[in-house]
């Protein structure tokens, strides 16, 4: 019986060392990743993204990705971070991504829904979300108690890590959140998107036009167990009162 106690104990205490808080929503989050090494993973993974596919060299979408991405970094107040925007020329692909240490791509497929500025400031918002929360941590986090050790997930040189941290930061198409995170990016994409003087309210068009393209077939990757469509417009529209607090127009 006291081997048990200890052995709970210690797992407590490991629990309690491995929390954090999300900014702006104070949720507590279980985080065992270290900003290094959080830092890295990002960085190896945004790599071999560049590496496997096609960038894009229209100056006119490079230069909106940068002036959008640059506002809602300046939003998010990471100047440590090595903010860096790519875009991908993949126009069946309708998904973005930040991973860690701010490294943003965009996909060109998922431009026609975005439509303007205000339209890619929903996009970033949301992706900088995932980034400025620690979600990818988060996941892996969750997933290393339950069952793939950290080590293997931390190799970079292995398939299986590749796979972990390509699935943990929303690069490929599988589920890459949980539908409690894509809220919570939401709601803080909301807020980070104001912030960079854009107008939260344009989130609520965008995303009618995401459920539009989603009828009937096969959800893009953007919207991989996400919150039903409805459902999510109807708690953006909910939240955005307090994100129009922040909105100061540019």
């Not at 808080?21 to 985080?31: E, G, H, S």
């Not at 995170?181 to 709601?187: G, I, K, L, T």
């Amino acid at each position: 019986m006291k081997e048990y106690t200890l052995i709970g104990l210690a797992a407590a205490s490991i629990l309690f060392a491995g929390c954090s808080t999300v900014p702006y929503t104070n949720r507590k989050q279980l985080d065992f990743i270290s900003a290094d090494q959080e830092n890295q993973m990002g960085l190896q993974a945004y790599t071999e993204v560049k590496t496997k596919n096609k960038i894009s060299t229209d100056p006119q979408i490079n230069a909106m990705v940068q002036k959008v991405g640059k506002r809602i970094a300046a939003a998010a107040d990471k100047p440590d971070w090595d903010w860096q925007f790519t875009v991908i020329d993949d126009a069946k692909t309708v998904n973005a991504f930040c991973l860690p240490g701010g490294r943003i791509a965009v996909y060109t497929g998922i431009l026609p829904l975005t439509k303007d500025e205000a339209g890619l400031a929903v996009v970033l918002g949301h992706e900088t979300s995932h980034a400025l929360a620690h979600h990818g941590a988060e996941r892996i986090s969750n997933q290393e108690l339950i069952s793939l050790p950290l080590a293997v997930i931390l190799d970079g040189k292995s398939p299986a890590a590749q796979q972990a941290i390509g699935a943990a930061y929303g690069i490929t198409v599988e589920l890459p959140h949980s539908r409690r995170q894509e809220s919570e990016a939401d709601r803080i994409g909301l807020i980070l998107m104001a912030k960079a003087g854009y107008d939260p309210q344009t989130a609520v068009p965008f995303w009618e036009r995401m459920m539009q393209e989603s009828q009937g077939k096969a959800p893009p990757a953007f919207l991989s167990d996400h919150p039903s469509d409805q459902q999510r417009i109807e708690q953006i529209k909910s939240e955005m009162p307090e994100a129009l607090k922040y909105y100061k127009p540019q």
